[in-house]
């Protein structure tokens, strides 16, 4: 099967810094598209940024210039600087990868990772 493990949630305070990072492992042919996106109670899970596997990249506008997606496609890793962080940021993260299993189909299928949470509190 296909996990994907996250790791570099925490507590932080306003105006500091936490990266994230994923990690896709188990039988699948390819990475496609990941992303990182972010949910608060009561509120839809919403895009924080996405990168391509040609490394094209987008983010939302809330957090352009503060927040930067990047991969190493060799580790199957996906991660996320996160800088200037502010209390708006606190939410449950996730994970995403776009992954087709088998060279025999041109299925793709996105996985998602259990969610890390990231508090930014003083």
């Known amino acids: 099967q296909v996990q994907l493990v996250e790791s570099g949630g925490g507590l932080v305070q306003p105006g500091g810094s936490l990266r994230l990072s994923c990690t896709a492992s188990?039988?699948?042919?390819?990475?496609?598209?990941m992303g990182w996106y972010r949910q608060t109670p009561g509120t839809q899970r919403e895009l924080v940024a996405a990168?391509?596997?040609?490394?094209?990249?987008n983010s939302a506008d809330s957090v352009k210039g503060r927040f930067t997606i990047s991969r190493d496609s060799a580790k199957n890793t996906v991660y996320l600087q996160m800088n200037s962080l502010k209390p708006e940021d606190t939410a449950i993260y996730y994970c995403?990868?776009?992954?087709?299993?088998?060279?025999?189909?041109?299925?793709?299928?996105?996985?998602w990772g259990q969610g890390t949470q990231v508090l930014v509190s003083s």
């Open positions: 995403k990868a776009q992954i087709r299993r088998s060279i025999a189909t041109i299925r793709r299928d996105d996985y």
């Open positions: 188990g039988r699948f042919f390819s990475i496609y598209d």
């Open positions: 990168i391509t596997s040609d490394g094209s990249t």
